[in-house]
């Protein structure tokens, strides 16, 4: 769908409640180093390394449906979300929005400031959240020194962009395959318990909540996945391939 004025807020001063939270001080520093201690990529750097990062990142308060970066913006910051959930949204020609990645705390956005001098999609807050703002050029200096780090989140880049040609391939074939590429994405990221609503992979898949959950009331039926409260579970990932199997193998499945 297109996107309205108030799905693009940034923060400013007509929004007190947002930007930056608060000044920073050494309790703060803390909070970021143990935060990104123990959460994903991160866990694999040094402690200095750490360090480092928490020392150049800003917390910063977002809205439900506030911009986080826009397509074709200076590349300068990278988000790493510490509360909430955001979305990553690709365009059509024609202003229509499709929801591409869906990031949990401890997930990076923005990775584009590694390697691109602008954000290449859109990055919306779909709930409340507070995320972590870390500098391009923070972030530069560590990748210089931790080339290993380097190679895991352009690893990760590139997964996000094979799932994009993915669903282009896929964009004239029928939702049950749509679908089945987006659950297969979220199954390589985030293993068999997908902490997504339906209406949410429906979005991923370009399609509304009502097919979505058609769609995977069906998939329920052959024992493919399991419908949760706030999630969905892969049981038959085999199952889930075979609907792909004339589709070239852009999606992870390791």
Known sequence: MPA?????????????????????????????????????LFRRLPEEAVMALGAAASPRRYVAGQCVCHAGEPAREMFVVQEGRLCTNQYSSVGGRMCIDIMLPGDIAGMAAVSHDSYIWEVLAARDAVLLVIPREAVLRLLDRHPAFLREILHRHAQRLQYVETLLFLSRERVEKRMAAALLYLHHKFGSVLPVLRAEVGEMAGTTPETAMRILARLEEEGAVERRRGSVVIRDVRRLRQRLERTPGAIPTA
């Open 4 to 40: 309205t004025t108030a799905s693009r807020r940034r923060p400013s001063a007509a929004y007190p409640d947002l930007g930056v939270c608060g000044r920073r001080d050494p309790g703060d520093l803390a909070w970021a180093v143990s935060f990104l201690r123990n959460r994903g």
